[in-house]
């Protein structure tokens, strides 16, 4: 399914990194148990990791701060809201708070206290904020 995710480019500090391939995005849905969403997948197919201005998303990059496995993996013993079914797309470093979204592409801000709120219906309406 290709999803339109060429309003990324354009947003104010844009920086695109290596494009993962296909095998590589299959063996980090498998890692987590879970598919990516649509555009979250085509964006990792695209540039591998994204940083936009005031915000940098996890990836698959060879980071560990970045890379959506380690990050979600590291997460999910500490986010119990954050379950399988939701992966880190951005750990804000501010106040426990962490964004993640679910294969449907709908992206939720979490907290150190638990809390849970839908924040933006895909990935490119988050950045576009």
């Given at each position: 399914?290709?999803?339109?995710?060429?309003?990324?480019?354009?947003?104010?500090?844009?920086?695109?990194f290596?494009?993962?391939?296909?095998?590589?995005?299959?063996?980090?849905?498998?890692?987590?148990?879970?598919?990516?969403?649509?555009?979250?997948?085509?964006a990792?197919?695209?540039?591998?990791?994204?940083?936009?201005?005031?915000?940098?998303?996890?990836?698959?990059?060879?980071?560990?701060?970045?890379?959506?496995?380690?990050?979600?993996?590291?997460?999910r013993s500490?986010?119990?809201?954050?379950?399988?079914?939701?992966?880190?797309?951005?750990?804000?470093?501010v106040?426990g708070?962490?964004i993640?979204?679910?294969?449907?592409?709908s992206?939720?801000?979490?907290d150190?206290s638990?809390?849970?709120?839908?924040i933006?219906?895909?990935?490119?309406?988050?950045?576009?904020e």
């Amino acid at each position: 399914m290709d999803v339109n995710i060429e309003g990324l480019a354009g947003l104010p500090g844009f920086s695109g990194f290596a494009p993962a391939s296909e095998a590589a995005v299959a063996e980090a849905e498998s890692a987590l148990g879970l598919r990516f969403s649509p555009d979250f997948r085509s964006a990792l197919l695209e540039y591998g990791c994204i940083e936009t201005d005031g915000h940098e998303l996890t990836g698959l990059i060879d980071s560990k701060r970045l890379n959506v496995v380690r990050v979600t993996k590291d997460m999910r013993s500490i986010y119990k809201a954050l379950g399988l079914y939701s992966y880190v797309i951005e750990d804000t470093y501010v106040d426990g708070v962490i964004i993640c979204q679910d294969s449907s592409g709908s992206v939720f801000q979490l907290d150190l206290s638990g809390g849970f709120k839908k924040i933006a219906s895909s990935l490119v309406e988050y950045l576009a904020e």
